[in-house]
């Protein structure tokens, strides 16, 4: 449980740390919402790697809206874009 929580936490400093290298929050949400909703299905060996990829690359969790569970490797579209804006 703390590595997954450690893992979203590192998916918004990363988020943070775009937006303040590039100085384009906007930016950045357009390409999480354009990685997002890439329906590509990713071959993914085992769940121990998810926590590696930019978006949860499990495309059934892609379609879960609202608040990311105790148990995803990721923080949800919603959430991160709305750290972002937080950000502004």
């Known amino acids: 449980l703390v590595q997954l929580f450690i893992s979203r936490k590192r998916e918004y400093m990363a988020d ?8 384009n929050p ?3 949400i357009s390409a999480l919402i354009r990685i997002h909703e890439d329906p590509t299905r990713m071959n993914v ?21 609202g608040e990311s569970s105790i148990f995803s490797s990721h923080p949800t579209l919603e959430e991160r874009v709305e ?4 950000l502004q």
Do not use: W
Not at 45 to 65: E, H, R
Not at 83 to 86: F, M, Q
């Open 16 to 23: 943070a740390g775009s937006v303040g290298l590039t100085r």
């Open 26 to 28: 906007e930016a950045m």
């Open 45 to 65: 060996p085992t769940k121990s790697v998810q926590g590696l990829f930019i978006s949860n690359p499990d495309p059934q969790l892609k379609k879960i809206k």
């Open 83 to 86: 750290a972002i804006r937080k």
